[in-house]
């Protein structure tokens, strides 16, 4: 079995650790304090409440793409489906005393409701598909943030266990700080003959099958080294001496696309300064 092969058991083996934990059948020990560390807070209902829309009579959805407001109908799915809930384009609603809320899915939601004892089933929700509380827009926007922050957070902690887990270590933090982040959202570059966004390497937020094979990996061009760092994120560094600090980390060489390295600009000011301020190694 291959790398990737077993890291997908682990993965499989921590969330049927998540769900003994919460149903009270799993103990914390010194032998799985590592992988009960790696998992899920788990709120108390009424933390999870106050970070959740309530949808009531008259309640009023916008969708921004159809330039369109209407009513969500939903009540005569909470006598239908008592301690349930459903999940949609990373949005969960959930049905508690008589009541229906919606949340952002994060993966301490979902050990929450596990914990509670809640059943997943097929219904509506709300706010999955681009559209958003018309009177708690802002509410809404704020916890959508908080998701996505926990998404980065997750992914990078499992990025982490992974480079952990297979002997990946770190670089000087010094080192580190004098190389240029990829954002999620790319680098907007100008070129004589295009122009263009370039994107991290591993553009996603979630821990697939295609991350042990882009993690911890590095390549060169022009005088430029591009990297996948241990926590999942795209960085370049001006100069080779860096490569020296990688290869004793454990990385290894990939036929990655080296941004930057072509006579390419960025556009943005802001992301063109920090490039600036990346000095050669």
């Not at 991290?200 to 991350?211: G, Y």
């Not at 004793?248 to 063109?272: C, H, Q, W």
């Amino acid at each position: 079995m291959n790398d990737k092969g077993k890291y997908d058991i682990i993965i499989v083996a921590i969330f049927g650790m998540i769900s003994m934990l919460a149903q009270g059948n799993m103990t914390i020990t010194a032998n799985n304090f590592k992988e009960v560390r790696k998992m899920a807070k788990i709120m108390k209902m009424g933390e999870l409440i106050c970070n959740s829309v309530r949808v009531i009579p008259g309640t009023r959805a916008f969708y921004p793409q159809y330039g369109e407001e209407e009513t969500i109908e939903i009540m005569d799915l909470v006598p239908k489906f008592p301690g349930c809930y459903a999940t949609n384009n990373s949005t969960v609603a959930y049905i508690y005393e008589g009541a229906f809320y919606v949340t952002p899915y994060t993966r301490s939601v979902m050990a929450t409701l596990n914990n509670q004892g809640f059943k997943e089933r097929c219904f509506y929700v709300p706010f999955s598909n681009w559209d958003y509380p018309v009177r708690e827009k802002a509410r809404w926007e704020v916890l959508r943030e908080a998701a996505r922050k926990s998404y980065d957070e997750d992914f990078m902690e499992d990025c982490i266990s992974y480079c952990d887990e297979h002997g990946i270590g770190a670089i000087p933090e010094d080192i580190l700080a004098n190389c240029f982040e990829m954002p999620y959202s790319g680098v907007p570059v100008k070129h004589p003959y295009f122009e263009r966004r370039d994107y991290p390497v591993i553009s996603s937020l979630c821990f697939d099958c295609t991350v042990p094979d882009r993690i911890a990996r590095y390549n060169t061009n022009n005088g430029r080294v591009v990297f996948v760092y241990r926590n999942g994120h795209t960085y370049i560094a001006k100069g080779y001496s860096i490569l020296a600090y990688l290869r004793e980390a454990g990385f290894k060489r990939a036929d990655y696309y080296v941004p930057l390295s072509n006579g390419e600009k960025i556009t943005d000011p802001d992301l063109m300064s920090r490039w600036e301020s990346v000095t050669k190694f």
